[in-house]
């Protein structure tokens, strides 16, 4: 399944258009803490790892991701790429604890804001 196709069949379950800006984001914290509670009951509570659940709620992620990288024109694809240009432009010679970095110039290259693209 290509993106395009993920994010129009996903459409189909859009509950809103009431500021889905603040619906995709609010989602996308939801599922990250059921992930987190996942991995609570696995070191805390001597639970074994719910891998079932863990691939629903990262699958839940994948449709709020892709609904907010479509709502801003944006893609996952690029989300990749624009990702590994920031880490090469924050750690060019591996990962190291950086004590002073360039936000700015370590994002430069995105882009446009969403407020832009309104």
């Given at each position: 399944?290509?993106?395009?196709?993920?994010?129009?069949?996903?459409?189909?379950t859009?509950?809103?258009?009431?500021?889905?800006?603040?619906?995709?984001?609010?989602?996308?914290?939801?599922?990250?803490?059921?992930?987190?509670?996942?991995?609570?009951?696995?070191?805390?509570?001597?639970?074994?790892?719910?891998?079932?659940?863990?691939?629903?709620?990262?699958?839940?992620?994948?449709?709020?991701?892709?609904?907010?990288?479509?709502?801003?024109?944006?893609?996952?694809?690029?989300?990749?790429?624009?990702?590994?240009?920031?880490?090469?432009?924050?750690?060019?010679?591996?990962?190291?604890?950086?004590?002073?970095r360039?936000?700015?110039?370590?994002?430069?290259?995105?882009?446009?804001?969403?407020?832009?693209?309104?």
């Amino acid at each position: 399944m290509t993106d395009m196709q993920y994010v129009e069949l996903a459409k189909r379950t859009l509950s809103t258009d009431k500021d889905k800006l603040g619906h995709f984001t609010v989602g996308i914290v939801t599922e990250a803490a059921e992930l987190l509670d996942a991995y609570k009951k696995t070191n805390w509570y001597d639970r074994y790892l719910d891998t079932t659940n863990v691939k629903e709620e990262i699958g839940d992620l994948c449709w709020y991701l892709y609904q907010l990288c479509d709502l801003i024109g944006y893609s996952l694809e690029q989300a990749k790429i624009d990702n590994i240009e920031k880490l090469k432009k924050r750690y060019p010679d591996g990962f190291k604890d950086v004590l002073v970095r360039d936000a700015d110039k370590e994002l430069d290259h995105i882009g446009q804001t969403y407020m832009e693209l309104q």
